[in-house]
């Protein structure tokens, strides 16, 4: 039931922030606000309540009475599907990610959205509850259906609240993960199907369809399905095509959530099902789908270097960046996938800092355009630090979140492909170039003509607060990780036992 | 005391914090005080740190925590302290104190005091992880720390986008040095199970062979993020340029510690290095070839930076020549030296800078000797040892160099020739810059001479150019014993008056112009010759060309995502299909009747050719 109330709490928020603008305009946001710290109240006062975290046990993958929290109850009984949610170290480790990340969005769009400020908090919540369901849900069906449910609220606030070109982008973003989804349905249907022709059950569960035995070449093709839904969403080269449209005219908040939480569906949707439901046809394919990561890792750094719109650079930054998780799924090992896991947090928190600072100079500038700006650091010094701090972290300073997690991707991947290794190594070099051209167009320089006039002012205390939890995330991650690795190890551990038993002769 | 070593680093990080948190509110003085302070009493434990050890020369392991812990992967935060880290935490600490005090003057004016300090505390806090680490990712650390505290500082004063494009040149030349080098981590732990240096060390001579391609590639790996730390060939290319920083900044990062930390990391790794003689002839070629070019290169110069900087690389060269033939103990020794006599050239300069408007040509310097004595003298002593004249510091260091490379199996006379052919030219240019500065007659006339927080650093570092020949570094237990034969005594007598007559030839060229070569310089080869070495062999021009202009094109190119290109195909299909179809309705009773009619006569041709629809055969 925790499970199913931390959903309801912020699909009830939404309503209400929606309700209270009648009574006020400041209202919504603060109501909202207020949903989410409950629900991050909510859940850590059940874990309290649980066995000590550092020591989890690992939990089997396919049986869900091992994992932290399981809830299932029956839905429509003719098909086997249920309204099943389960809980792990991983899926927990999103979950919270998600409700911080979410607390910092709406932190983010506190002065800068101006219009129907309760609809678009409410789709704010709405989108974090269907996120949350896709973390926990382990029915298929279920899965399915939040993967739906999330993108709409989505496409409301890019299409409502967003920048000059929304129209567009809300409808790309929208056609290319409804076209995905619609792969991973057929891809599902195909699984339990084949599901049931073995064992004579129909069932949409997790727990039941892993180990399904079926043809070769049957699993490449239902694998393929799930893979093209989950690295469309990462994104991964060449689907990742939505996402600067995407980001770029999604207002802060949108950018935020899209970049910090809906990017990490993706690569928990490659963790959690795409090789564990086909581990033969994963194994496979891991050579296609790492050098599509490395692809990605160089292809997304040098797009970015040529960008001259601020928040265009940074969603370029995020597919460089994903391509690390990409490469440390498919290296599967305990290694690489413990940095995958690093980086979908550690990319959570730099770049919706990024993105957050692109909405503040939009805010002041009314441009994101990096040919309008320069010298800013003279008039707003404490932004530009902080630029400068998570700029030096998404170019993975040692020390920071995002080295632990590429070094980790690039060790075990190491150990799998050396040579794949040194081309996603490039990516260090290209990822310096751009992140320093970023803070050399926007910071640094001579401060613009066209700038004079403006009154510019730096980073606030709310700003500033926003800010410094995000650092003090990214210095805990990079100096002390070892209870974000610890709670996705025993996972981890067990996902790469049950699959090396799986293809083991 | 061994437990409070976490307290050296710590001190000037924490110092750096407060800077940057109270930069707004935080009164001068104070910001000065912290500023040398925190540097001073890292100084000043050292110093215990260093009486405790050399009473008993033991090294020690200080482990704080474990970084992270994945499989059997486990480094730690964790220290390591024998007398190699020694030496590098005094030159650190003790230059570094110096080079602080000498700030607090020559930034006095400018309105980031703050931050200026806070960056450079920061940079002695990651330079002082890097040489005390235990192991090869918390090195990696502070290797990546001092990078950005060097980006930081280049750029400093960034309302200039020259100064931005410099810096982002430092950073990113040396990323790709720091890419290899983190390659060679991955191989290194990926074949022998771990990153701690002894440890790895130790396994590396169980598990390899002399000669072995494994070492070879790993002293490779490692050697390229050397060569771009401590700018030597290829990837030198990036120092000369980083000058743009204020000078005590060239001082302490581009002179004192940080682009020596390539050769501490050869130094410290020097156990693999000895399993792959070939990685270490390249070293030492390496180093040859940088020193020659960057002292033919610092002849030509005429910014006096610039010179400096040019000057660096090939000093470093000389050490990376040491560390390849194997004298360790001589390289680390130069290390030594050359931070002093180097810091105190480059604080000579600044000197000059601060007090003649930021003045940079020395052709438009000159006479300066009776007008600033203090700078004169630090420049004399500095140049002096340089050059390695005889009874400084520098021809102690060098001399060794010169001496053990000689003996260095087959090629070391010729490595010993290009040496003395580099200490040749390293005194030639080194004095041209005195006669040309100090002496003649004055174009520009300063505005003083340096007040006490800027001699004191000078005198200091004069006395330490001078005597800091007779310290005996404690390295006897890191390093293998060099051999104990000296070279025919001709070598010897060879080595130590070639610098002299390097001073002879500058002083008859510049000084008394009893030697005039202008009819060399101004033939066609010799003007031909002075660009390309003015230029730097033209390197830059090259790399230029090969990668920093097509990497332009390539992403301007790409910049409108050909890859949409092939979604935009499925769209623009979709709407040629949905034009058709809208065209299609048009209305009209007779166009839908031909249109039905047409569409029946085509399906009855069609089920016409299915077989199972003919009428059969002979059937009554």
Known sequence: ?505 | MADMIWLVPLIPLLSAIILMLGSAILPRLLIGLLGVGSVGLAALLTMLLGLEFLANPEPFQLSLWTWMQVGNFSPSIAFYFDGLTLVMMSVITGVGFLIHLFSTEFMEEDTSYARYFAYLNMFVAAMLVLVMADNLLLLYLGWEGVGVCSYLLVGFWYQDSANGQAARKAFVVTRIGDTAMALGLLLLFTELGTLDIQAMVGAANIEWQVGGTLPLIACLLLLGGAVGKSAQLPLHTWLPDAMAGPTPVSALIHAATMVTAGVYLIARTHGLFLLAPTAMMIVALVGLATLLMAAFTALMQTDIKRILAYSTISQIGYMFLALGVGAWTAGIFHLMTHAFFKALLFLGSGAIIHYLHHEHNIFKMGGLRTRMPVTFWSFMIGSAALAALPMTSGFFSKDQILLQAYQFSDIGPLLWFGGLLGALLTAIYSFRLVFVVFFGKANTEPEGDTGWRMAVPLITLCTLAMIGGYFIIPVADVFPVASGDHPAHWVEYVSISVPLLGVLLAYLIFQSRQLNVDRWVSSSVGQALRRFWLSGWGIDWLYDRAFVRPYYRISGLLKNEPIDAIYGLVVAINQTFNHWLVESQTGRMRWYVASMVLGLIVLLTLALQIPALQPTEGAS
């Open chain 1, 1 to 505: 039931m925790v499970m199913i109330n931390l959903i309801l709490i912020l699909l009830v928020g939404g309503v209400l922030a929606m309700l209270s603008e009648r009574a006020g305009e400041n209202m919504p946001r603060r109501v909202a606000l207020t949903v989410v710290l409950l629900d991050i109240i909510y859940l850590l006062s059940h874990l309290s309540g649980m066995a000590d975290l550092t020591q989890l046990q690992a939990p089997m993958p396919d049986d869900p009475s091992t994992w932290l929290m399981h809830f299932k109850a029956q839905w429509i009984p003719a098909f086997g599907i249920s309204i099943e949610f389960a809980l792990d170290g991983v899926s927990l480790l999103m979950v919270m990610l998600t409700l911080v990340l979410g607390a910092i969005a709406i932190s983010s769009s506190w002065t800068d959205v101006m219009a129907k400020r309760g609809f678009f908090e409410a789709n704010l919540l709405w989108t974090l509850a269907g996120v949350l369901g896709v973390f926990m849900a382990l029915d298929l069906f279920l899965f399915f259906l939040f993967w739906e449910v999330m993108l709409i609220p989505m496409y409301f606030m890019i299409a409502i609240w967003g920048h000059e070109n929304r129209g567009y982008a809300a409808m790309k973003f929208f056609i290319f993960t409804q076209a995905s989804g619609l792969l991973m349905l057929v891809a599902t249907l195909g699984l339990v199907a084949v599901n049931h022709s073995a064992t004579g059950q129909w069932s949409f569960s997790y727990f039941d369809l892993l180990n399904t035995p079926m043809a070769e070449q049957t699993a490449h093709w239902l694998m393929l399905g799930f893979f093209i839904a989950f690295v469309v969403k990462l994104p991964a080269f060449p689907f990742h095509t939505w996402l600067p449209d995407a980001h770029t005219q999604a207002p802060t908040a949108g950018s935020v959530i899209l970049a910090g939480i809906l990017l990490k569906t993706g690569a928990y949707g490659l963790i959690r099902f795409a090789v564990p439901l086909f581990p033969e046809a994963a194994l496979d394919f891991s050579f296609t789908a790492m050098a599509l990561g490395a692809a990605g890792v160089v292809y997304g750094a040098v797009l970015a270097f040529s960008q001259t719109d601020f928040k265009r650079l940074v969603a370029y930054s995020s597919v460089s960046h994903m391509g690390f998780v990409l490469l440390g799924v498919y290296a599967w090992n305990e290694l690489a996938l413990q940095g995958a896991v690093m980086q979908m947090v550690a990319h959570g928190f730099s770049t919706a800092a990024l993105f957050m600072i692109a909405g503040s100079l939009q805010e002041r500038l009314h441009t994101r355009d990096m040919r309008e700006m320069g010298g800013l650091w003279q008039q707003m010094p404490r932004m530009g630090a902080v630029a400068m701090f998570f700029v030096v972290a998404s170019l993975g300073l040692p020390g920071l979140g995002n080295f632990v997690a590429e070094f980790l991707v690039l060790l075990g991947l190491f150990q799998v492909n050396p040579w794949m290794t040194a081309v996603a190594a490039l990516g260090l070099i290209t990822g310096a170039i751009y992140s320093l051209i970023l803070m050399q167009r926007s910071f640094q320089g001579e401060p613009n003509a066209k700038l004079e006039g403006h009154s510019l002012t730096d980073f606030g205390r709310r700003e500033m607060l926003t800010m410094a939890v995000m650092m003090v995330a990214l210095i805990g991650l990079g100096l002390y990780p070892q209870p974000v690795l610890d709670m996705a190890q025993p996972v981890l551990q067990s996902l790469l036992e049950m699959t090396s038993v799986e293809i083991a002769p």
